[in-house]
C-alpha cells in the first residue's frame, strides 16, 4: 500500500507548536472559535468535488455515477451537516448559555428521560425525512428539573483547557476522521494532532486545503504513517488524550500492548501501558431484529433493499453494516423474506473490495473460496439459519467484509421472540454500538402492545437502536450521540468508550433511539438501486451548507425520480 510517513523528528515538531499554541487557543472567545467552525464549513462545501473524486478513485467507483452519491454522502455531505449543527450549538452557547433543544422533552414506558433531537430546527428535516424522529435517552437520575445541568455541562471550563488530543482517524468512512478532530476541537477545547489511516490518507492532502485557517491558526496538524507511527504520538508526551476509531484489535495493542503474557498480566493487574485519558469507537457485530407482522408485498420488499443496504454500503466496510439476521423460527414469511433479500443482492453489482485484509476475511468466515469477478471485488453473501453454538464466529466477531448471517431463535409466539431476541442481541452478540429491529405498525397497536416493545427498546444495550431504519442513518444525521453504549471499560470496552457526534452537547447519556416508517414513499438515496443518488446527494448538502427552503423543490424532483 503506497504511504505517506511523517518522521518522528517531524511529529515532534509539529507537537511543539501544537503545545505552543494550546494556551493560545484556551484565551479565544466562542465567537473566534465560530468563527474558525465556519471556515470548515466553507472549506469542506468548497473542496467537496476533490473529495469525492479522491474517494471514489480509491473505491473503485465512477464519479459521474449514481453510487458516488453514497461517497458525498458518507464524506463532504455529512461533515457539512455536523460543522453546521455544531455551529448552531456554539452560537445558541453564546447567546443562551446552551444549546436550544428542537423537539419534545417526556419520560419513556420506564420513567427515563426521553429528549428529541430530530428534527432539527432550521435544516428542513421535517419535509427530507418526514415520519422520522429521534430521542436521545438519558441516564437514570436526570429529569425535567435539572436537564439543563445536562446540556453543555461546563462548557465554560472546556474554552479554557490547555490540551492536545490524538484522534487516530479511521480508513473507511471519510468523514470519520474530520468529525471526530472538530467534536475535539469545537465541543471539546482541545487543539488536535490527527493522524490519517494509509487505508484513505489520500484525504490528507485535501484536508489541509479545507482547514488551512486552523493548521495555519496552529490548532491543527495532520501526521501520516501506520501502527508504528500511531504508537510513536501515542506515547508522546506532549500529547494528553487519544481518541481511536478503529478496531478492538487496536484499541488493547494502545492499552495493554502487544500480545503476550506481558500484556495479560497487566491487564490480570489492571495496570494499563496507557495511562492517558482514551475514547474509541471500536465496530460493532450489528444485528437486525426482524419481528413478525403481517407484512404485505410492498412491505417486505422495502425492507428487503433497506436490509441489503445495510450490507452492500461502502462494500460493507462499516462499523455497522447488518452482519446478523435474528429472526423467529416460527415465522411463516422467514424464508420468503430471506429470500427477497438475496435478490436485491444478486441484482446489485459487486464493489471493489479495497480495504486489507478482506479475502482472507471472506474466507475465515464463509469458509468459502471466493469468486472474484470482476476482479478484485466479492460476493455479497448471506449466510442462513446459522447454529450460534457451532459456528460462534458470526457473533463474537465483525467479518468486516460483505458476508453476514442469520440465525433463528425458537419462541412460543412473536411476543416472547422479542423478549428472546433481546436477550439473545444483548448476552450472545459481541459489540454494544448499534442495533435495528423491524416491526410492523399493528404489532404495536394498543397500550399492552406498546409498552411491551418499549421494554424492548429501552432493554437493549446499545448506543444507538434504529426501528425499521438502518442505524448508520443516526450517525450520518449528526443529531444523536454516537458510540457504545455506557458501561465499557479499558479491559472490555466493547463497541468503544464516550461520546462522538454529540451537537447538542448532552450529557450523561443512556442511548439514541432512531425511528421511522415501515415503508418510505420515496425511495431512500442510500437505497443500491437508486438512481438519482448522486444528484440527490449534491442537492441535500448544498441545502446543509446553507439552508434555504427555495432548494427544497429541485431534492423532491430527485427524490421522486429515484
Known amino acids: 500500500m503506497p504511504g505517506r510517513l511523517t518522521p518522528n523528528e517531524e511529529i515532534d515538531r509539529q507537537l511543539a507548536e501544537l503545545d505552543a499554541a494550546k494556551s493560545r487557543f484556551a484565551r479565544h472567545s466562542l465567537a473566534e472559535r465560530i468563527q474558525l467552525a465556519e471556515s470548515c464549513l466553507e472549506g469542506t462545501f468548497r473542496l467537496a468535488n476533490e473529495w469525492l473524486a479522491a474517494g471514489c478513485e480509491a473505491k473503485g467507483i465512477a464519479v459521474d455515477s449514481p453510487l458516488a452519491g453514497e461517497e458525498l454522502a458518507t464524506g463532504p455531505l455529512a461533515t457539512t451537516r455536523f460543522l453546521q449543527l455544531l455551529i448552531r450549538s456554539l452560537k445558541e452557547i453564546d447567546a443562551h448559555g446552551r444549546p436550544q433543544l428542537p423537539g419534545k422533552v417526556d419520560e419513556d414506558v420506564d420513567g427515563r428521560l426521553r429528549v428529541q433531537v430530530f428534527p432539527a430546527r432550521g435544516m428542513y428535516d421535517e419535509w427530507l425525512f418526514r415520519g422520522f424522529r429521534a430521542d436521545v435517552w438519558m441516564q437514570p437520575g436526570v429529569n425535567r428539573e435539572n436537564l439543563d445541568d445536562a446540556l453543555a455541562p461546563d462548557f465554560a471550563q472546556r474554552l479554557r483547557t490547555e490540551r492536545i488530543a490524538l484522534v487516530l482517524g479511521a480508513g473507511n468512512v471519510s468523514s470519520i476522521p474530520a468529525v471526530d478532530a472538530f467534536g475535539k476541537l469545537f465541543a471539546e477545547g482541545r487543539v488536535v494532532l490527527l493522524k490519517m489511516n494509509p487505508v484513505n490518507e489520500y484525504l490528507g492532502a485535501i484536508f489541509e486545503r479545507a ?181 460462534p464466529r458470526w457473533l463474537e466477531e465483525e467479518s468486516f467484509v460483505c458476508a453476514g448471517a442469520e440465525t433463528a431463535l425458537e419462541a412460543t409466539d412473536p411476543a416472547e421472540f422479542l423478549d428472546r431476541a433481546v436477550d439473545f442481541v444483548n448476552e450472545r452478540v459481541w459489540g454494544a454500538l448499534g442495533a435495528g429491529l423491524m416491526i410492523h405498525p399493528a404489532s404495536r397497536k394498543g397500550a399492552e402492545n406498546e409498552a411491551r416493545f418499549r421494554r424492548a427498546v429501552a432493554r437493549l444495550r446499545y448506543g444507538t437502536v434504529a426501528i425499521n431504519h438502518w442505524p448508520a442513518i443516526a450517525y450520518a444525521i449528526m443529531n444523536t450521540p454516537w458510540g457504545g453504549s455506557p458501561g465499557g471499560t479499558l479491559a472490555d470496552p466493547q463497541s468503544g468508550i464516550g461520546w462522538v457526534h454529540n451537537t447538542y452537547l448532552l450529557d450523561r447519556i443512556e442511548k439514541s433511539v432512531f425511528e421511522g416508517p415501515l415503508v418510505v414513499r420515496s425511495k431512500p438515496f442510500w437505497f443500491p438501486s437508486h438512481r438519482q443518488a448522486d444528484k440527490l446527494a449534491w442537492k441535500v448538502m448544498q441545502l446543509y451548507h446553507q439552508p434555504d427552503w427555495r432548494k427544497l423543490p429541485g431534492i423532491f424532483w430527485s427524490a421522486l425520480r429515484g
Open 211 to 391: 482547514y488551512a485557517r486552523v493548521i495555519e491558526a496552529g490548532f491543527l496538524r495532520l501526521i501520516y504513517g501506520g501502527a508504528e507511527t500511531g504508537a510513536y504520538a501515542v506515547a508522546h508526551p506532549l500529547v494528553d488524550e487519544v481518541h481511536i476509531t478503529g478496531s478492538i484489535t487496536s484499541h488493547d495493542v494502545i492499552v495493554w500492548g502487544p500480545p503476550g503474557e506481558e500484556r495479560e498480566a497487566r491487564r490480570a493487574a489492571g495496570r494499563p501501558l496507557l495511562t492517558k485519558p482514551i475514547t474509541s469507537e471500536l465496530g460493532n457485530v450489528t444485528p437486525w431484529i426482524v419481528v413478525p407482522g403481517p407484512y404485505r408485498r410492498r412491505e417486505l420488499d422495502f425492507q428487503a433493499e433497506n436490509v441489503a443496504a445495510m450490507i452492500v454500503n461502502n462494500a460493507s466496510f462499516n462499523c455497522i453494516a447488518c452482519k446478523l439476521i435474528v429472526s423467529w423460527r416460527g415465522w411463516p414469511d422467514r424464508q420468503k423474506f430471506l429470500d427477497k433479500i438475496e435478490s436485491v443482492l444478486a441484482r446489485t453489482p459487486r464493489r471493489r473490495a479495497y480495504y486489507p485484509g478482506a479475502v482472507d476475511r471472506f474466507r475465515r468466515f464463509t469458509g468459502r473460496e471466493p469468486e472474484q469477478s470482476p476482479p478484485g471485488t466479492l460476493p455479497w453473501t448471506l449466510v442462513r439459519d446459522i447454529d450460534p453454538d457451532r459456528e
